[in-house]
T-cell receptor, first 106, second 114 residues
Framework: GENVGLHLPTLSVQEGDNSIINCAYS??????FIWYKQESGKGPQFIID?????DKRQGQRVTVLLNKTVKHLSLQIAATQPGDSAVYFC?????FGAGTRLTVKP | EAQVTQNPRYLITVTGKKLTVTCSQN?????MSWYRQDPGLGLRQIYY???????DKGDVPEGYKVSRKEKRNFPLILESPSPNQTSLYFC?????????????FGQGTRLTVV
């Protein structure tokens, strides 16, 4: 069965706004999560990861938050740009959620 | 350049005609995996391999075979393809340790079975 799942299949935001993509997982023993971005016609690419001993990790314009109490993680993208339009997946031990398609409106 | 290479990128075939999709990685990764991607279903794991000669079923293995005779190659075999195997396929490699490191994906193979 599915270890990770996303809350919304699609998300549309205005350019410049912040985006939040959510993901829930079921395995309490999971200790490592990765967010991937998949652009049209390409394979998924690594964005950012987080280990279970952390609750927040920041990259360039992206932040991942992990809430182990409710088994939830989120990907926040600051100042969303048209180039951020893609499908985003969370993954736990090489098991993937269904993905959220982010569309950025100019 | 670190990469995962799949071939072919596009394939149209007929029901029952055996086919193989190749996957090769140049990063000396122990772990390799095949996924199929269908609208609304995300990436579903077909088979994976923890190392040479070690393969295991994923979530949707029916109708597929794999082999791992060498570390760098992990071909996906459809002995008798059917239309419900029409999909977008991805190969990935990674290094398992205490937890998986980031996975590298191939560019995908779009398969159509008529």
């Amino acid at each position: 069965g599915e270890n990770v799942g996303l809350h919304l299949p699609t998300l549309s935001v205005q350019e410049g706004d912040n985006s939040i993509i959510n993901c829930a997982y079921s395995n309490s023993a999971s200790d490592y999560f990765i967010w991937y971005k998949q652009e049209s016609g390409k394979g998924p690419q690594f964005i950012i990861d987080i280990r279970s001993n952390m609750d927040k990790r920041q990259g360039q314009r992206v932040t991942v938050l992990l809430n182990k109490t409710v088994k939830h993680l989120s990907l926040q993208i600051a100042a969303t740009q048209p180039g951020d339009s893609a499908v985003y997946f969370c993954a736990d031990d090489m098991r993937f959620g269904a993905g959220t398609r982010l569309t950025v409106k100019p | 350049e670190a990469q995962v290479t799949q071939n072919p990128r596009y394939l149209i075939t007929v029901t029952g005609k055996k086919l193989t999709v190749t996957c090769s990685q140049n990063m000396n990764h122990e772990y390799m995996s095949w996924y199929r991607q269908d609208p609304g279903l995300g990436l579903r794991q077909i088979y994976y391999s923890m190392n040479v000669e070690v393969t295991d079923k994923g979530d949707v293995p029916e109708g597929y075979k794999v082999s791992r005779k060498e570390k760098r190659n992990f071909p996906l075999i459809l002995e008798s393809p059917s239309p419900n195997q029409t999909s977008l396929y991805f190969c990935a490699s990674s290094t398992p340790g205490t937890g998986f490191t980031e996975a590298f994906f191939g560019q995908g193979t779009r398969l159509t079975v008529v």
